[in-house]
């Protein structure tokens, strides 16, 4: 694991901000959300962006 660059990271926080009920802890759904929600080409970026996502929401339930 490495640091997040900050695209993914501000990508990411507009999207839990904008759809937050619509992402889950599972990373797969959130790759499917994530490809019906925006026009990502890159599948690298797109899975980079959903397991931060998971992170966030997991974190979330955590604490």
């Known amino acids: 694991m490495g640091i997040k660059p ?3 990271k501000t990508l990411g926080t507009e999207l839990l901000n ?3 009920d619509s992402f889950s802890n599972n ?3 959130n790759k499917q ?3 019906e929600a925006t026009v990502i ?3 690298r970026v797109r899975n980079r ?3 931060y996502i998971t992170r966030k929401v997991n974190t ?3 604490s």
């Open 41 to 43: 080409e890159s599948k």
């Open 60 to 62: 979330k339930r955590r």
């Open 49 to 51: 962006i959903a397991g």
């Open 18 to 20: 904008k759809q937050r």
């Open 6 to 8: 900050s695209y993914i």
């Open 27 to 29: 990373f797969d759904e």
């Open 33 to 35: 959300k994530l490809s």
